[in-house]
């Protein structure tokens, strides 16, 4: 089994997201099984870091968050809350041993707006060095 097939990945997701609606994500679920888990949020702005510390305890290898496009957000500031607490959770996990790169965020861009399906492949070609999480392999 290769390391791509042994991640197992988190995406929480803002449903302003340009194809993000609920056939688009049935579509990216059949394309990736179970090795992406897909968590629609109402806004990213409302992310809490326990939620992707708490995936990457229970099942993840990496968790990210994919923001609206910049400018777009429908509560103001919500893809700059998220980004700053994305921050501060790399900072917790790197404080107990695990790699910054596993917790992430992908904010779209207004000028460039890509689909939920083009910014998870992205997030699969960025996670694709990392290994196992050491959380989850069992001695």
């Known amino acids: 089994m290769d390391n791509e097939q042994k991640r197992n990945l988190a995406v929480f997701y803002c449903r302003n997201v340009p194809e993000s609606n609920e ?3 049935r579509e990216l679920e059949k394309k990736y099984g179970s090795s992406v888990k897909f968590f629609p ?12 510390v708490k995936a990457l305890e229970d ?7 994919v923001t609206c496009p910049e400018g777009a957000c429908r509560y103001f500031e919500g893809n700059l809350r998220a980004k700053k607490r994305v921050e501060k959770a790399k900072s917790i996990i790197e404080s107990i041993g695990l790699e910054r790169e596993r ?6 861009s207004a000028k460039d707006p890509k689909t939920l399906g083009a910014q998870v492949e992205e997030i699969v070609t960025r996670t694709a060095g990392l290994s196992q999480s050491p959380v989850h392999i069992k001695k």
């Open 41 to 52: 949020v109402v806004c990213s702005g409302r992310m809490d870091m326990i939620h992707l």
């Open 103 to 108: 917790i992430d965020i992908i904010v779209g």
């Open 23 to 25: 056939s688009a994500r």
């Open 59 to 65: 099942f993840a290898d990496a968790a990210y968050i």
